[in-house]
Structure formats: C-alpha cells, structure tokens
C-alpha cells in the first residue's frame, strides 16, 4: 500500500522558515516525480514547487526566490524549504507523488497533509 506522510509544519513568525518532509513508502520512489500543493482556508488547492525524476524544479511565482523543492531517493523523501514566510503562505501542505512535476492527475498519490500557521 501507498503511503505518504509529511512533517515539519508548525506555528511560525511572519519572516520565519520551515522545512517541510514528505516519506514515501509502497513505490519506488525514483520513477515518479514529486510535488508540493497547498489549500488555506477557503482557497483551492494550487502548487507550490514541483521535482522531476532527474531533479529539475519548477515553482510556482509566489514561491520563487523564497522556498527550494528537492529529493533524496536513497531514503524516498522530497523536501520542502520554506524561506521569508508571508501572510499569505499559511496552509495545509500535501505532498504529491505522480508522472508530472507541473500538475496532478486522478492516479497521483497524496499525503494527508502538514499544517504552516503564522504567529500573531
């Protein structure tokens, strides 16, 4: 069974950073690409950063220059670097696994997500 479980959310201070993990177990993680989506409340989910088999990254325009997307296939986990934390990334973060980097499909897998808040 296909499993993926994200760490490494918590409650942080605008201007802050947090690393982010996503384990993935029941696949062979190299043949798949890797991605990170998020959902606020009252918002759709919509990508963040996204990572190939090979290792190539795209990211969406509100995370360039501030979060790093990247994977260690030795121990199948893809990282997520969040850097200069603004009011409009808090979210629940999940964890994608599937053929693409840029989107996801009905056959991709999820984890159940780990929640980013701001202090205040």
């Known amino acids: 069974q296909v499993q993926l479980v994200e760490s490494g959310g918590g409650l942080v201070q605008a201007g802050g950073s947090l690393k982010l993990s996503c384990v993935a177990s029941?696949?062979?993680?190299?043949?798949?690409?890797a991605g990170w989506y998020r959902q606020g409340p009252g918002k759709q989910r919509e990508m963040v950063a996204g990572?190939?088999?090979?290792?190539?990254?795209n990211y969406a325009d509100s995370a360039k220059g501030r979060f790093t997307i990247s994977r260690d296939n030795a121990i199948n986990t893809v990282y997520l670097q969040t850097n200069s934390l603004k009011p409009e990334d808090p979210a629940t973060y999940h964890c994608?696994?599937?053929?693409?980097?840029?989107?996801?499909?009905?056959?991709?897998?999820w984890g159940p997500g780990t929640q980013v808040t701001l202090s205040s």
């Open positions: 029941g696949i062979t993680f190299s043949f798949y690409a």
């Open positions: 994608n696994v599937g053929t693409t980097s840029d989107t996801y499909s009905p056959e991709d897998y």
């Open positions: 990572i190939s088999r090979d290792g190539r990254t």
